[in-house]
């Protein structure tokens, strides 16, 4: 159904926002990171724009639903723990994980989630780790139309195909 790879990537060093209630709702916590990370130069052509999602939406009431926005970050950027911004440091784990593109309005993205953890996973004899899936955003809702948002899904494996 969509392109998937499995590939060993690095850990990713972010400044987030964390959010709590149903996923489509997350652009207020993107919102105020584009405050936080906009006057420090951290937004721009190769800024990497992460959603960190750490349930199942088929599992969790959507009230209760946890998630993250998130930007990556170098070492350089130093993050106060104890500010009232709400930026915190966020370390994605590196490992092997599922690559999936994905093309298509974001309202679609769970269909894909769906096909990748009930189906993907599965036929390649794969299960995929407690670690939370992430998106890296290609596109914007004011870069593309709905239909042509781009996003790469990051889903961790707890193991690898068999050989």
């Known amino acids: 159904m969509f392109p998937l790879e499995i ?3 690095a850990p990713v060093r972010a400044a987030s926002i964390a959010h ?3 996923y489509a709702g997350i652009g207020a916590a993107f919102q ?3 405050a936080w ?4 130069g951290l937004i721009g ?11 199942s939406p088929d599992e ?7 998630s993250a926005a998130a930007i990556e970050i170098g070492p350089e950027v130093e993050l106060d723990p104890s500010s009232e911004d709400g930026v915190r440091e966020l370390t994605l784990a590196g ?7 994905y093309e298509g309005a974001y309202e679609r993205l769970v269909d894909a989630y769906r096909w990748i953890y009930y189906t993907a996973l599965a036929e390649r004899g794969v299960t995929p780790s407690d670690q939370p899936c992430y998106e890296l955003y290609l596109t914007t809702p004011e870069s593309a139309p709905p239909d042509q948002q781009r996003v790469v899904i990051h889903v961790p494996l707890a193991s690898t195909p068999p050989v």
Not at 37 to 40: H, K, L, T, Y
Not at 60 to 66: G, W
């Open 60 to 66: 969790v009431p959507a009230e209760h639903l946890r």
């Open 37 to 40: 990370a906009g006057p420090r």
């Open 32 to 34: 105020g990171l584009f």
């Open 95 to 101: 490992g092997i994980y599922a690559v999936v593109q």
């Open 20 to 22: 709590t209630g149903p």
């Open 7 to 9: 590939t060993e990537l």
């Open 45 to 55: 052509p190769g800024s990497r724009m992460l959603g960190v999602y750490y349930d």
